[in-house]
């Protein structure tokens, strides 16, 4: 910490630099709580799209038992052909946002096969888009967290660090300006008494 000049300049100095950081404060802390907000959304979501993916499994267990059947190929009958992603400016953070989901369904003959596979692929296709959008949360959930951390750091740093070291360096140069003062009005005192004792003498 560099030391303070003692000085009228100093201490205006220093209540700009306080007037700016109480001045910010309250909106940093602001997007602070609003980025908790939006945290807590993105793990809601996540959390929904996990139970949506629990339920799709247990569907799937119900209604499709044959799946064990090892005598039909169901190998590479839905994939993912491509993920588009885009970037949306939340609150000074850039998360990601699923644009667009192209899933490919394989060639099956519609006579060759059971009919439960057209409610396979319907389940697995649900599954494909569930699973891109857990992982897309996962990373929105991931930066607002980093974001979260990095505007709580700065709100404690005005807070705890920089308002209350301002303070203290305005108290402590406004008792040096006024102690100065006083000094000064002793000292013209004395000169004051010294120049009349010496008229007088």
């Not at 389940?123 to 897309?136: C, G, P, V």
Request: aromatic fraction near 4%; hydrophobic fraction near 45%; charge should be positive.
């Amino acid at each position: 910490m560099s030391r303070v000049a003692l000085s009228k300049s100093s201490l205006a100095k220093q209540n700009r630099a306080l007037a700016t950081y109480e001045r910010y404060l309250p909106s940093l802390d602001l997007k602070r709580k609003q980025l908790v907000a939006e945290r807590a959304k993105a793990l809601a979501m996540q959390e929904a799209t996990r139970r949506e993916m629990e339920a799709l499994r247990a569907q799937v267990q119900e209604q499709l038992p044959m799946l064990a059947n090892q005598d039909i190929a169901l190998a590479d009958l839905v994939q993912v052909r491509g993920v588009q992603v885009a970037e949306e400016n939340l609150l000074g953070t850039r998360v990601p946002v699923l644009t667009r989901l192209d899933i490919a369904v394989g060639d099956y003959g519609y006579l060759s096969t059971p009919h439960w596979v057209d409610n396979l692929v319907t389940a697995l296709k649900r599954m494909l888009e569930l699973e891109a959008h857990l992982a897309l949360q996962q990373r929105r959930k991931t930066l607002l967290d980093e974001a979260v951390r990095k505007v709580t750091q700065r709100v404690n740093l005005f807070d705890k660090v920089l308002i209350p070291r301002a303070r203290q360096n305005i108290r402590r140069i406004k008792v040096y300006l006024a102690d100065a003062e006083r000094a000064g009005i002793v000292r013209s005192k004395i000169a004051k008494n010294k120049r009349l004792r010496e008229a007088l003498a």
